[in-house]
């Protein structure tokens, strides 16, 4: 089995930052490719963010984030971060880490206006 632990959610006003954290633990057995995915109130889910698992790490990014959120990884501690800058209300959304065929438990982000 493959536990992922998403963590640093929140409330933050337009305009601000949070960083997402994942951590992968379990049966994890080489580097997979990761991704970091949302999901409104009455909207599918959607990828924003993916990373590949390397060597010579791949990122693409959903249009809606390019230029404010970058995502990274850490192979040594299987750690997958998003970090999100100027944050907007339609980031509102819980978001889900994603990897090794398994999803995380989803993290609030609220972005007030």
């Known amino acids: 089995q493959v536990q992922l632990v998403e963590s640093g959610g929140g409330l933050v006003q337009a305009g601000g930052s949070l960083r997402l954290s994942c951590a992968a633990s379990g049966r994890i057995g080489g580097i997979n490719a990761m991704g970091w995915y949302r999901q409104a109130p009455g909207k599918q889910r959607e990828l924003v963010a993916g990373?590949?698992?390397?060597?010579?790490?791949?990122?693409r990014y959903a249009d809606s984030v390019k230029g404010r959120f970058t995502i990274s990884r850490d192979n040594v501690k299987s750690t997958v971060d998003l970090q999100m800058n100027s944050l907007k209300p339609e980031d509102t959304a819980v978001y889900y880490c994603?990897?090794?065929?398994?999803w995380g438990q989803g993290t609030q982000v609220t972005v007030s206006s």
């Open positions: 994603r990897g090794y065929d398994h």
């Open positions: 990373i590949t698992g390397g060597p010579g790490v791949i990122t």
